[in-house]
Nanobody, 119 residues
Framework: VQLVESGGGLVQPGGSLRLSCATTGLNLDDEHMGWFRQAPGKGREMVTCISRLDGRIFDADSVKGRFTISRDSAKNMMYLQMNSLKPEDTAIYYC?????????????WGQGTQVTVSS
């Protein structure tokens, strides 16, 4: 199983980025899939997650209305569209599987991609 994130970078406040997660060894329809982030000196924060059971999406309050998770099971890809970015969104972003559901801890994740929001 492998997850590889890409698409991070430097963006100004108010800007947008789209992160991608390429997966191998997974059937995305059989997995709870999501994104979490970790900022310097802080713990992991679940950003968003989509349940394999009913497609329900769980968003952190801090990103509601700004971030959108999606997946393309045929391509084994997952995405995170991030709009109206704020400096506090600066972190390393990881795509992950959640074997015990979206409210549990991540089970597998990739190497992460850095997102920096700064003017």
């Amino acid at each position: 199983v492998q997850l590889v994130e890409s698409g991070g970078g430097l963006v100004q406040p108010g800007g947008s980025l789209r992160l991608s997660c390429a997966t191998t060894g997974l059937n995305l329809d059989d997995e709870h899939m999501g994104w979490f982030r970790q900022a310097p000196g802080k713990g992991r924060e679940m950003v968003t997650c989509i349940s394999r059971l009913d497609g329900r999406i769980f968003d952190a309050d801090s990103v509601k209305g700004r971030f959108t998770i999606s997946r393309d099971s045929a391509k084994n890809m997952m995405y995170l569209q991030m709009n109206s970015l704020k400096p506090e969104d600066t972190a390393i972003y990881y795509c992950a599987t959640y074997s015990r559901g979206c409210r549990g801890r991540p089970s597998r994740w990739g190497q992460g991609t850095q997102v920096t929001v700064s003017s």
